[in-house]
């Protein structure tokens, strides 16, 4: 079992920057890949950011590319997402999670029932 608790949201003005946490517990994570994802008020959760197990390759969805930076240190089983640039548009609870299979070349896991350990979310809202 992986317990994943993040960390890091807050209330922030549009162009503003934040970094969230990602401290998971239980196992190491060293060897799986992980995903951030973020649910605004309303819609459905969305794939966000993934990176691989060694954290050299790193994935984002086009509405967050060139803002957000996805990366992760194993010595602290902890995976962080910068996010620069904030817009309104990004204000959700952000949550990551644990993928359940490795990275195949440019096959990244983008959908939720690809992900199987999740934290409880972390609130992040950006004014206008």
């Known amino acids: 079992q992986v317990q994943l608790v993040e960390s890091g949201g807050g209330l922030v003005q549009a162009g503003g920057s934040l970094r969230l946490s990602c401290a998971a517990s239980?196992?190491?994570?060293?060897?799986?890949?992980m995903g951030w994802f973020r649910q605004a008020p309303g819609k459905e959760r969305e794939f966000a950011a993934a990176i691989s197990w060694s954290g050299g390759s790193t994935h984002y969805a086009d509405s967050v590319k060139g803002r957000f930076t996805i990366s992760r240190v194993h010595a602290k089983n902890t995976v962080y997402l910068q996010m620069n640039s904030l817009k309104p548009e990004d204000t959700a609870v952000y949550y990551c999670a644990v993928a359940k299979g490795p990275v195949y070349g440019s096959s990244w896991p983008q959908g939720e029932y690809e992900y199987d350990y999740w934290g409880q979310g972390t609130q992040v809202t950006v004014s206008s």
């Open positions: 239980g196992r190491t994570v060293s060897s799986d890949a």
